[in-house]
């Protein structure tokens, strides 16, 4: 088959959060299957241009139909650890992806209805003739509404559109000129509720919500929070939209890259180590303790790696550094806050703990310290309140490092509780809590630390059973897979 991702992001050129990974990985999968893939994204003034190899324009003229007239880009060609990238570059006043940021900006439903317009516009021109065209998130939802309401009567009438939401909190909202700028027009057919727009916001077309009626097929990071955003608020106001729609929507868990992410190969390690070596992880751990100045006592270290953001728990994070430290554990924590608030109240809990020979806060975004961190821990918290799929725990999971996590979205799909899962014992990984307090972490992580304390066999085993879990793209490969040929053939 072949495959054109639609995209905003894409690791490590233009990466904000997992949606990025998702790209690349997923996309890498479908060749090593025998597809071709190729990747149309904006050309950021911000990408890493130092990971694209060869860039250069071949389509020095397109023109993008924009309100009355047309905007003038041009296309750059460029291959991002082998992948095949076209670049959009508009050339007007509006400086549309010259703004220092990737997102964050007034107009960005402007900006990205733009974008979807320009990989449409540079699709048709170029002839290239994709089976599935692969959009993701509200940046790209207006794609297949242009594709079937206007492009397919240009000549693309066999192109069938996957859409993939991987988050649902950010939706997108346009108003009229939306619609007249991308050459929709028509507000009296795209204004109701059965159409585009927004389900709460009468002056709004929501442009998740256009993905979503008019895609083939729809998916979304995780089974269970499929199952969320269709029955819990978590739906941000789409749960009625996706009841309508739910025989072309599922959930497909994200894979992890086991080229970068395994404990057998992983070069920032100081020593590798395996399902079959596991005692060669307690190097790790003692590098650990010596890049941080930790104690070196019979403890095991509990840690933390992810954003500091509200989504992520950051109460339950803060109560878990203390109840590990009164618990007979160490506590490591690597995170950076996108929210001001947030990263000035783990700045003073640093400096509070400065002295503590049992716990080191990182504050930052470090790649290699991650890798040492998840080799090093034994066990990995990830206490979320919104969760589409997450990946702290497939990776803990990977490096013999025990995941302790709340039960929500794809956590739920990934972690299985030692006690109280209902999977046969040889299945069973990490350790999982429900509620959304610190009395129901506190119970799942005291089980943990005292495992490890009392029963360092069982603690062994259940490890065992992590690292024996394959998360990678294969599974999900081949289901995103079998979707592209299920839209084909209808
Ligand atoms: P989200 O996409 O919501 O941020 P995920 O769990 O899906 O969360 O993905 C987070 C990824 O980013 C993981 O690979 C994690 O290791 C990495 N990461 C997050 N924060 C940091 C940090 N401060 N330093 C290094 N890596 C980080």
Redesign the pocket.
Known sequence: MYIIQVTTELAPVAKV??LADVVTGLSRELEIRGNTVEIVLPKYDIMRYDQIWGLSVIMPDLWVPWYNASIHCSVLYGEVHNRRCFFIDPHSDDNFFNRRTFYGTNDDFMRFAFFSKAALEFILKTNKRPDIIHCHDWQTGLVPVMLFEIYKHHGMENQRVCYTIHNFKHQGLGGVDTLFATGLNRPEYYFNYEQIRDNFNPFGINFMKAGIVYANFVTTVSPQHAWEVRNTDQGFGLQHTLEVHQGKFTGILNGIDYDVWNPEIDRFLPVKFSVNNIDAKYGNKESLRNRFWLRKDYKPIVAY???LDAQKGVHLIRHAIFYSLNHGAQFVL???SPEHSIGEMFAHLKNELNESPDCHIEL????EL?HLIYAGADLIIVPSTYEP????QM?GLKYGTVPVVRAIGGLVDTVFDKDYSDRSFDQRNGFVFHQNDPQAMDSAISRAISLWHDFPDDFRRIMIHGMRYDFSWKNPGEQYTSIYEYVRHK
């Open positions: 959060g997992g790696v992810g954003r690597l995170g950076l930052g975004f470090n790649e991650s799929c997450g990946l702290t990776i």
